[in-house]
């Protein structure tokens, strides 16, 4: 009975955690990429990600040394403030991997979070991201999009959902 109750509160710490560490990391990773689009920075630096236009799984990792630093942050923060468990620094980082690779793969599949988690980006949400260049592009969120929402950087995106929803293809330039 003992190792039970250890178990479930082990695991409640655990999931605990890791949704702080989600909120946070896509919190200080939107800023961050968002000034990763700044004119200079997106010459200089972030233009190297983008020079995939259409990304895939491997894109995710492709970035300028700079960028990978400046954005890496995002990742470890959370658990550099909370000290976890080896096994929930683990757990994080496969997560992270996975929706990073996941986002970049540039397929929906049936099985994508986004179909399950209403504020979950998912490929469709940063193959549009991919898809216009420099600085205009919007949807700068991790994981989730409630960063885009709030600060309506994703109305692009919203447009060509909406269209896409009466069967109307667009063209990116006039977004």
């Known amino acids: 009975m003992h190792y039970s ?8 710490v655990v999931l605990s955690q890791i949704i702080f560490y ?10 961050g990429h968002r000034i990763l689009h700044t004119k200079w920075l997106y010459k200089h630096v972030h233009s190297v990600h983008h020079e995939y236009a259409t990304p895939f799984g491997l894109t995710s990792e492709y970035a300028h040394p700079a ?9 470890i923060v959370g658990p550099a403030i909370t000290g976890p468990h080896l096994m ?21 599949f049936p099985w994508s979070l986004s179909n399950f988690i209403p504020l979950y980006g998912g490929a469709d949400f940063h193959d549009y991201h991919h898809r216009l ?4 592009s919007g949807n700068y969120s991790s ?17 060509l959902k909406a269209l896409k929803s009466f069967g109307i293809e667009d063209d ?4």
Request: glycine residues 6%; contains cysteine; neutral net charge.
């Open 22 to 31: 989600f909120i946070l990391e896509d919190f200080v990773f939107y800023w």
């Open 88 to 108: 929930t620094l683990w757990l994080w980082m496969v997560l992270r991997v996975l929706e990073t690779v996941e986002a970049h793969c540039g397929y929906h």
């Open 172 to 175: 990116p330039k006039q977004m």
């Open 133 to 136: 260049l420099y600085t205009k």
């Open 67 to 75: 960028e990978i630093l400046f954005l890496g942050f995002a990742t």
């Open 5 to 12: 109750t250890t178990a479930v509160s082990l695991w409640k």
């Open 143 to 159: 994981t989730f999009v409630y960063m885009d929402w709030i600060f309506g950087t994703d109305k692009g995106y919203r447009k």
